[in-house]
Nanobody
Framework: QVQLAESGGGLVQAGGSLILSCAAS????????MGWYRQAPGKQRELVAT???????NYADSVKGRFSISRDSATNTVDLQMNSLKPEDTAVYYC????????????WGKGTQVTVSS
């Protein structure tokens, strides 16, 4: 059974940095896309960043220039470097992974809390 486990969340002051990491277990295959989503209290879960199998990336406008996503496809790990954090970045951050062959399968981690104090 594939499991994703996030780590690296915590409390940080505005302007600070955090690195989130996600490691997969129970998988004998490589994921196509990996990424990070977040959900703030009372809000819908939203995409933060995605890194595709070819290495290209996609970011939410709200984090462009501040966050950076990277992955190690060989080990099925994905990291999110978060700089210049703002209070509005406070949320539970979820790791996400997808495969497309033979059919779409989506996997989620349980989430890690990031709290940015002003």
């Amino acid at each position: 059974q594939v499991q994703l486990a996030e780590s690296g969340g915590g409390l940080v002051q505005a302007g600070g940095s955090l690195i989130l990491s996600c490691a997969a277990s129970g998988s004998s295959f490589r994921f196509d896309d990996m990424g990070w989503y977040r959900q703030a209290p009372g809000k819908q879960r939203e995409l933060v960043a995605t890194i595709f199998s070819g290495g290209s990336t996609n970011y939410a406008d709200s984090v462009k220039g501040r966050f950076s996503i990277s992955r190690d496809s060989a080990t099925n790990t994905v990291d999110l470097q978060m700089n210049s954090l703002k209070p509005e970045d406070t949320a539970v951050y979820y790791c996400n992974a997808r495969t497309y062959v033979p059919g779409l399968r989506t996997y989620w981690g349980k989430g890690t809390q990031v709290t940015v104090s002003s």
